[in-house]
């Protein structure tokens, strides 16, 4: 199993370029997390899919941010404009997605992807 | 409306002693779930622990365990015998049971751990 892989590791935009991220989740995951990391605001939920469909986007900024799961093996979020406040490590994760179980509320997170916008 | 507090931004102790990390939480929610979270220097986040809100029995993986008190919000995490190796940032992390559709955690800022040879 090899865990949430997230690409590319690091990614560097100028101002107003686009970003996307890309992220595959675990095997057999049917939900696939958001996060983004930064010093200020610590873990910020982003978005949140089951079985592909989006369930829950409040943390989402209206504007220039999206996400999609086009499949069940993986997960892009997209910026668009990117401007320096949008630098930080974004983080996706995936767990089973039914019951109460540890095993099944666990969130498995990936490595990140550090955006830096010059 | 969820939140998750932790007050201490870094701690330092000597290794084999035993460290306790505070949280506390809001929730409107009678049911909810409470996770602890760790953060290598490598970013890499990893799961600890988890206590459930309608369990009384504190719970218990390894040298980690924690300190539930419902009544006050609070979710301490203890670490035993701590090793350098436990250096790293360590989160909490709140799901409401109830809270719809959503399983979304919601993560405290996070406490530093510094542990000392």
């Known amino acids: 199993n090899a865990g949430v892989i997230q690409t590319p590791r690091h990614k560097v935009t100028g101002k107003g370029q686009e970003a996307t991220l890309w992220c595959e989740p675990i095997s057999g995951h049917s939900a696939v997390f958001w996060y983004r990391q930064t010093i200020v605001q610590g873990l910020e939920f982003l978005t949140y899919?089951?079985?592909?469909?989006?369930i829950d986007d409040s943390g989402m900024p209206k504007e220039r941010f999206s996400a999609q799961m086009p499949n069940q093996s993986h997960s892009t979020l997209k910026i668009q404009s990117t401007q320096p406040q949008d630098s930080a490590v974004y983080l996706c994760a995936s767990s089973l997605d039914w019951g109460l179980g540890t095993s099944q509320n666990t969130l498995y997170f990936g490595a990140g992807t550090r955006l830096s916008v010059l | 409306a969820q939140k998750v507090t932790q007050t201490q931004t870094s701690i330092s102790v000597m290794e084999k002693t035993t460290v306790t990390m505070d949280c506390v939480y809001e929730?409107?929610?009678?049911?909810?779930?409470l996770f602890w979270y760790k953060q290598t220097a490598s970013g890499e986040i990893v799961f600890l622990i988890r206590q459930d809100s309608y369990k009384k029995e504190n719970a218990t993986v390894g040298h980690y365990s924690l300190n539930f008190q419902k009544p006050k919000s609070s979710i301490g995490l203890i670490i035993t015998a701590t090793q350098i190796e436990d250096s790293a940032v360590y989160f909490c992390?709140?799901?409401?049971?109830?809270?719809?559709?959503?399983?979304?955690?919601?993560f405290g800022l996070g406490t530093t751990l510094q542990v000392q040879p």
């Open positions: 992390a709140m799901r409401e049971r109830g809270a719809g559709n959503t399983r979304k955690l919601i």
């Open positions: 929730t409107q929610d009678s049911s909810y779930f």
């Open positions: 899919f089951r079985n592909q469909a989006p």
